[in-house]
C-alpha cells in the first residue's frame, strides 16, 4: 500500500489480533510481530460482551463469532448451598444490555478464528520484540532473533510485560488483590445438569465464588474458582494447580460446585493482581493497548472486550492520517480509551470486592449485584468506533 503508514502490532494476543483486522479493514498497512514460535492457548473461557462483538460483527466475524460461541444472556445467583438469590424486585439475574449478542467462547477456537480471518503475511510467527529506536521519524523495532523491521507507527500489545511499555519509559508494578482463581474445563457430558446451564451461574459464599459458564456452544463448562490467599500466587494464566486443594476450597458447597471440581482432568491457579494506571500511554509515534495499556482484574469480564475496543478506536483515529499528524493522533486515542478504560478498571475492582463481601444476608448482596449491573449498562451499550469518530469530527470542527 504505498504512501500508506506503516504500522507495527507487537504481540498477536486477542488485543494485537483484532487491532490487525481493524487496521486492515480501513485499507491500513500492518503487520503483526508475535514472539510464540505457534500461537498457544490455555483451555479456558474468554468473554465477549456486547460491546466487543458488535465490533467484530462489522469486520465480518458474526457467523465465525456463532459457531464457536455460548451466547450470554445473564446471570444466575445462588448461595453456597445452591439456593437462588432473589432480590425484592425479583431473581437477581438482569440480562446483559447492550442491543448487540455477547458470547462466552474457548479461548483458543477464539484466537484461532482471528489468526484464520487475517491474510497469512499479515503475523510473522517467532519474533519476540527486544527494542524499540525512533529516529527520523521512523521507529526500528528489533527482535531477539536478529531481524529487524521499520514502520510508522507501534502499537504494543504486548500484554502485561510489556517492552512496548519499557521502551518509552513506564514501568508498572503489580499489587495482589488476595485473592486467586482456579481455571478449568470440563466436557459437558460429564455434568449430566450442565445441559440447562445457558447462562452464567454463580455462586456465592464467604469470601469466596464458583463461577460456571458454557463454552465452545455448551460442549464445555468454563470453571473459574475465586479463593482468598495470602500468599503471592504466580501470576500467570497457565500454572498447574491442585485439585484437592480445589476442593478442600469448596467442602459443604452445592453439589454441583463439587461434582464440577471432581470432574476436572486439571485446574490452573491464576494470581489475581492489579495495578495502578500509568501516567501515560504513548510517546510519539509509540503507544500501547489491551493489558500492556490497562491490565485490569476479571470480575466484568472485559480485559478481551477492552482490547478489541482499543483495536478499532485506532484504526477509525490512523485511517487516513498523515504521518505528520500520527503523535496527535495517538494522543486523541489516549485521553479517549484512557477515561473509558479507567472507568471500567474502577467498575472490575469494585465488582471483585462486591463478590468476596461478606454480608450476612445474601440478597443484600444480590441487590448491590443488580444495582451494579443496571449502572454498568454503559459498559456494554458503548459503540467504540462511533466515539472515536466524534472524537475526531470534534477536533476538526
Ligand atoms: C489464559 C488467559 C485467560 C484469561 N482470562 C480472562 C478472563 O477470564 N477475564 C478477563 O477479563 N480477562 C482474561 N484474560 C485477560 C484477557 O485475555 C486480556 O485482558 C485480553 O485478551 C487483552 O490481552 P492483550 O492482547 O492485550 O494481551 P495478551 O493476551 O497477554 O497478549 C499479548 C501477546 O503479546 C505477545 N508478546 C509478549 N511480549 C512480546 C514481545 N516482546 N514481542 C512479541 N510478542 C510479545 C504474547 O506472546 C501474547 O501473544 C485472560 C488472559 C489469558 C492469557
Known amino acids: 500500500m504505498p504512501g500508506s503508514l506503516r504500522i507495527a502490532i507487537v504481540g498477536g494476543g486477542i488485543g494485537g489480533l483484532t487491532a490487525a483486522l481493524a487496521l486492515r479493514a480501513r485499507g491500513l498497512d500492518v503487520t503483526v510481530f508475535e514472539q510464540?514460535?505457534?500461537?498457544?492457548?490455555?483451555?479456558?473461557?474468554v468473554s465477549i460482551h456486547p460491546n466487543a462483538a458488535r465490533l467484530l460483527r462489522r469486520v465480518g466475524l458474526e457467523d465465525q463469532l456463532q459457531k464457536i460461541g455460548s451466547p450470554i444472556a445473564g446471570i444466575t445467583l445462588r448461595n453456597s448451598q445452591g439456593e437462588p438469590i432473589t432480590t425484592p424486585e425479583g431473581p437477581a439475574a438482569p440480562a446483559f444490555s447492550g442491543g448487540d449478542q455477547g458470547y462466552n467462547v474457548h479461548r483458543a477456537s477464539f484466537v484461532n478464528l482471528l489468526f484464520d480471518a487475517l491474510p497469512k503475511e499479515t503475523v510473522t510467527l517467532g519474533h519476540r520484540c527486544i527494542q524499540l529506536k525512533e529516529t527520523d521519524g521512523r521507529i526500528r523495532l528489533s527482535f531477539a532473533n536478529g531481524a529487524s523491521a521499520e514502520a510508522d507507527v507501534v502499537i504494543g500489545a504486548d500484554g502485561i510485560r510489556s517492552i512496548v511499555q519499557r521502551e518509552i519509559g513506564l514501568e508498572s508494578r503489580p499489587t495482589s488483590e488476595g485473592i486467586m482463581a482456579y481455571r478449568g474445563l470440563i466436557p459437558a457430558e460429564r455434568l449430566p445438569w450442565a445441559s440447562d446451564?445457558?447462562?452464567?451461574?454463580?455462586?456465592?459464599?464467604?469470601?469466596r465464588s464458583f463461577l460456571l459458564y458454557p463454552v465452545a456452544r455448551g460442549q464445555l463448562i468454563n470453571m473459574v474458582a475465586f479463593v482468598p490467599t495470602?500468599?503471592?500466587?504466580?501470576?500467570?494464566?497457565?500454572?498447574?494447580?491442585?485439585?484437592?486443594?480445589?476442593?478442600?476450597?469448596?467442602?459443604?458447597?452445592?453439589?454441583?460446585?463439587?461434582?464440577?471440581?471432581?470432574?476436572?482432568?486439571?485446574?490452573?491457579?491464576?494470581?489475581?493482581?492489579?495495578?495502578?494506571p500509568l501516567p501515560y500511554w504513548s510517546t510519539g509515534r509509540i503507544t500501547l493497548m489491551g493489558d500492556a495499556a490497562h491490565p485490569m482484574v476479571p470480575h466484568v469480564g472485559q480485559g478481551a472486550g477492552q482490547s478489541i475496543e482499543d483495536g478499532f478506536t485506532l484504526a477509525v483515529l490512523l485511517e487516513?492520517?498523515?504521518?505528520?499528524?500520527?503523535?496527535?493522533?495517538?494522543?486523541?486515542?489516549?485521553?479517549?480509551?484512557?477515561?473509558?478504560?479507567?472507568?471500567?478498571?474502577?467498575?472490575?475492582?469494585a465488582a471483585g470486592k462486591l463478590y468476596r463481601s461478606e454480608h450476612d444476608d445474601p440478597s443484600e448482596k444480590a441487590a448491590r449485584l443488580r444495582e451494579w449491573m443496571a449502572q454498568?449498562?454503559?459498559?456494554?451499550?458503548?459503540?467504540?468506533?462511533?466515539?472515536?469518530?466524534?472524537?475526531l469530527a470534534n477536533l476538526h470542527r
Do not use: M
Not at 199 to 207: F, H, R
Not at 248 to 268: C, H, M, R
Open 376 to 391: 454498568g449498562k454503559w459498559v456494554f451499550e458503548h459503540d467504540a468506533e462511533k466515539a472515536a469518530a466524534d472524537a
Open 230 to 276: 495470602d500468599t503471592d500466587s504466580e501470576e500467570s494464566w497457565s500454572a498447574p494447580g491442585d485439585l484437592d486443594a480445589l476442593a478442600s476450597e469448596y467442602a459443604g458447597w452445592d453439589k454441583p460446585v463439587q461434582d464440577t471440581i471432581n470432574a476436572l482432568d486439571e485446574t490452573f491457579r491464576w494470581g489475581i493482581y492489579d495495578r495502578a
Open 197 to 207: 446451564l445457558s447462562d452464567p451461574a454463580l455462586w456465592l459464599g464467604a469470601g
Open 36 to 45: 510464540a514460535e505457534i500461537l498457544r492457548e490455555i483451555g479456558a473461557g
Open 320 to 349: 487516513g492520517c498523515a504521518a505528520g499528524e500520527v503523535a496527535d493522533r495517538l494522543k486523541l486515542y489516549e485521553a479517549i480509551r484512557r477515561e473509558r478504560t479507567s472507568k471500567v478498571q474502577a467498575l472490575a475492582r
